[in-house]
């Protein structure tokens, strides 16, 4: 599903991560670590949000680099802490969203309803609570026909009921459509209910399987 091969990501010419060989097959992948210790620096690259050197190969066939626009159609990614220009509502970037996913009007409704969305639809999003801003970077995540997923930190400030009625649309996405998922958590994954194929340990610029 996904391979990164000599993926080295480095600020003002100094190395924070790097990741030599990482081999990620269809399911659902928790990579734990403290704060700083360079997951969502990860994510963020796996993204396309960084420049790196290395390569990043999604489905043996869609290359971070050579393949920029299919790459990004098929990886979505959803902040721990999203920030959006607080004068656009959730309908704004959903809809804005939406159209650069390929995403149909029915789907972004359904979206909005399952994770409670709709109840602040045309709200702006300078008036959201932080739970408020986690759905709503919740359903940006989930446009489109997505390969993967990378969630960061989907448990934090997210309501029991909304977090239940996502990880059941998690795994029926896997189940039915093989959509794989990278997530984070500084709380317990157990919590989600979800079954983890690998778990991985990020620290010290490095990233190895967990014991």
Not at 156 to 179: C, I, K, M, P
Request: aromatic share 10%; glycine share 8%; net charge neutral.
């Amino acid at each position: 599903m996904l391979t990164v091969t000599n993926l080295v990501k480095a600020y003002a010419g100094r190395t924070v991560l790097a990741v030599p060989s990482l081999v990620l097959s269809t399911g659902f992948h928790y990579f734990r670590g403290g704060n700083g210790s360079g997951k969502t620096t990860f994510f963020r690259t796996v993204a396309g949000l960084l420049p790196f050197s290395g390569a990043i190969l999604l489905d043996d066939q869609f290359d971070i680099n050579r393949d920029p626009v299919p790459y990004r159609l098929r990886v979505n990614y959803a902040e721990a802490e999203p920030l959006y220009p607080n004068f656009l509502t959730a309908r704004d970037l959903a809809e804005f969203v939406g159209q650069a996913k390929q995403a149909s009007s029915d789907q972004i409704h359904q979206l909005a309803d399952l994770l409670g969305v709709q109840k602040f639809w045309t709200q702006t999003t300078g008036t959201y609570s932080s739970g408020m801003l986690k759905k709503l970077s919740l359903l940006l995540a989930l446009l489109g026909r997505p390969r993967l997923v990378l969630l960061d930190e989907p448990l934090t400030t997210l309501d029991v009921a909304t977090a239940a009625s996502l990880f059941a649309y998690l795994r029926q996405l896997n189940a039915t459509e093989g959509v794989s998922f990278l997530l984070t958590s500084h709380q317990d994954i157990a919590l989600t209910g979800l079954p983890m194929t690998s778990t991985w340990q990020v620290g010290d610029g490095v990233i190895v399987p967990a014991d």
